[in-house]
C-alpha cells in the first residue's frame, strides 16, 4: 500500500510510524469504499424503475444497514485507540532532552518562515516585538549580550542529520501551519504562544516547507527550503552565516 500512496520519502526516525497510520486509514477507507459501491450496485438494481418500487421517505432501519454504521464506528474506534493515540502518545513522551538536541526558533508570518539560531554560545538573545523592522525581523535586541552572535534567516531553515531537533515554533500574526513533509511533520504556529514539535533527520536532502494552513491571500507563497546536512556541513554553514 506504501508504494500505491506516493507519499514523500521518509527522512525522519518518526516517519515510518507515521506511515502506519497512514496505510491502515486508507485499509479502512477502501473497505468503506468497496463495501458502498457494492452496496451501490445492489441498490441500483433492486429498486430499478421495472420492479415499481413505491418509495418510502423514512430512510432505512434495517438489521444491515446498522450494522454497517456500527461497524464503521468500531473499526473507527479501534484505529484511535490501539492505533492512532498509543502512536500520538510514544512521540510526545519521547520528548529529547534539550543537551542532546538542535534547538531551532521558526517564527512564521504573513508569508515568510523566520528562523533563529541561538549561535555560538547556545543562547537565544532576547527579542522585543517593538523592535521588529523588515531589516530584524525577529525584533532581535542587540542590547543583548547573547542575541550578538545570533543567526537569523528567512525562508532557509538548515539541520544537522542523527540527532533529534526541537524546533520552538511561534507566530506573529495568524495562525500558519509548519510542515515538513519528509519529516512528517505538521504543527500549527499560533500567535501569543510557543508550540515545540520535535523529530530526528536521519537522511540529507534538500525540501521544501509549506504552511498547510490558510493564512491569507499569499499563503501560495509561504515557500520556505530545509536543508538536512551532515554535522561538519550544518557547523560550517551556521559560522558562515554569524560571519565567523
Ligand atoms: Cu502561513
Keep these: 500500500m506504501l508504494q500505491w500512496l506516493g507519499l514523500p520519502v521518509e527522512a525522519s526516525a518518526q516517519a515510518p510510524s507515521i506511515d502506519r497510520i497512514i496505510v491502515i486509514v486508507h485499509w479502512l477507507m477502501l473497505a468503506i469504499f468497496v463495501a458502498w459501491a457494492l452496496f451501490f450496485v445492489y441498490v441500483l438494481v433492486r429498486f430499478r424503475r421495472g420492479a415499481h418500487p413505491r418509495a418510502i421517505y423514512e430512510g432505512t432501519s434495517g438489521r444491515w444497514a446498522r450494522a454497517g454504521e456500527i461497524g464503521v464506528v468500531v473499526g473507527e474506534v479501534i484505529l484511535l485507540a490501539f492505533f492512532s493515540i498509543p502512536t500520538w502518545s510514544a512521540r510526545v513522551d519521547a520528548f529529547p532532552t534539550e543537551q542532546q538536541s538542535t534547538i531551532v526558533r521558526v517564527v512564521g508570518e504573513q508569508f515568510i518562515w523566520d528562523v533563529h539560531y541561538a549561535g555560538r554560545d547556545g543562547v537565544f538573545g532576547r527579542t522585543q516585538l517593538q523592535l521588529v523592522t523588515p531589516d530584524n525581523p525577529l525584533g532581535l535586541d542587540m542590547s543583548d549580550p547573547a542575541a550578538r552572535d545570533?543567526?537569523?534567516?528567512?525562508?532557509?531553515?538548515?539541520?544537522?542529520?542523527?540527532?533529534?531537533v526541537i524546533i520552538e515554533l511561534s507566530s506573529k500574526d495568524v495562525i500558519h501551519s509548519f510542515t515538513l513533509p519528509q519529516m512528517r511533520v505538521k504543527q500549527d504556529a499560533i500567535p501569543g504562544t510557543e508550540q515545540r514539535v520535535w523529530f530526528t533527520p536521519t537522511r540529507t536532502g534538500e525540501w521544501e516547507i509549506a504552511c498547510s494552513q490558510l493564512c491569507g491571500l499569499g499563503h501560495y507563497r509561504m515557500r520556505g527550503f530545509y536543508t538536512i546536512q551532515t554535522q561538519a556541513d550544518f557547523d560550517a554553514w551556521l559560522s558562515s552565516q554569524a560571519g565567523l
Excluded at 150 to 157: I, K, S, Y
Aim: glycine letters at 6%; proline letters at 13%; charged letters at 15%.
Design 150 to 164: 545570533d543567526v537569523w534567516t528567512q525562508n532557509q531553515l538548515n539541520l544537522p542529520v542523527g540527532r533529534p
